[in-house]
């Protein structure tokens, strides 16, 4: 007799519990995951918010799913899934109130990306795009604060990369390939010192594989004097290796 009451009592409790569980509606799993986003639980936040665009494609909130999305994916440093999700929200969503802002996230993510490939600027050039295009769409955006930081922060990215594959070229002996780099250095960004420096000690390296002694000569003497303390200890190595080569 225990054992029936027990087991009728059970049956009650879990009749109750089922109905007091929420619906399974757009607004409660957009709920969802609007709360894992917030607690920062990016991959369960996309995974529900991909669920929600599949099954409420004709909900007045889909474009913010998709729009959080690939915001989830963006915070997860998942760059390339976040990439895709923010251009099916531009192309899909032309009108909607998120697509402004995820002209420029989409440009972070290239930007990101650009950090991790070597010899390749494309990430950056599709950055530079995408900040392109919301300055003609949206030009009195709020955002266009934010905008002018990224491309600042681009430019000088660019001038970086373009070190970065001259001194590669250099580490592998290949003096003429380093020029092209080291010129385009030279040719788009004339006003800023730091990376014309830069390119000045990269062109005398250059010019040392090619045992053209005397332009590196000149050249070092431009840079020798530099007071920068950063540039020193370059600038020292760089004497040696003058002395080095180019022994008469």
Do not use: W
Request: glycine share 2%; proline share 3%; net charge positive.
């Amino acid at each position: 007799m225990k054992k029936l009451i027990l087991l009728a009592l059970l049956f009650s409790m879990s009749c109750q519990a089922k109905k007091t569980q929420p619906p399974a509606t757009s607004d409660y799993l957009f709920r969802r995951a609007k709360e894992c986003f917030e607690k920062k639980k990016y991959n369960q936040s996309a995974e529900l918010f991909k669920e929600f665009v599949f099954k409420y494609p004709l909900s007045d909130s889909v474009d913010a799913a998709q729009y959080y999305l690939a915001k989830s994916y963006k915070e997860a440093k998942n760059y390339d899934d976040a990439i895709t999700e923010y251009i099916f929200l531009i192309n899909t969503f032309p009108t909607s109130e998120y697509v402004a802002v995820s002209y420029l996230e989409l440009a972070e993510c290239y930007m990101e990306k650009s950090k991790t490939i070597s010899r390749d600027t494309e990430s950056i050039n599709e950055a530079k795009r995408y900040i392109e295009e919301f300055k003609s769409r949206f030009p009195d955006s709020p955002e266009m604060t934010k905008a002018r930081e990224l491309e600042k922060a681009l430019y000088r990215r660019k001038g970086l990369k373009y070190l970065y594959i001259a001194d590669t070229y250099l580490k592998i002996g290949q003096p003429r390939a380093a020029d092209v780099y080291i010129d385009l250095v030279f040719e788009e960004f004339p006003e800023d010192d730091s990376l014309i420096t830069v390119a000045k000690i990269l062109k005398v390296r250059s010019y040392l594989l090619r045992k053209e002694c005397d332009s590196a000569r000149v050249l070092f003497d431009d840079i020798g004097n530099l007071k920068d303390k950063g540039f020193q200890k370059s600038i020292k190595v760089l004497a040696k290796a003058i002395e080095k080569s180019c022994k008469k």
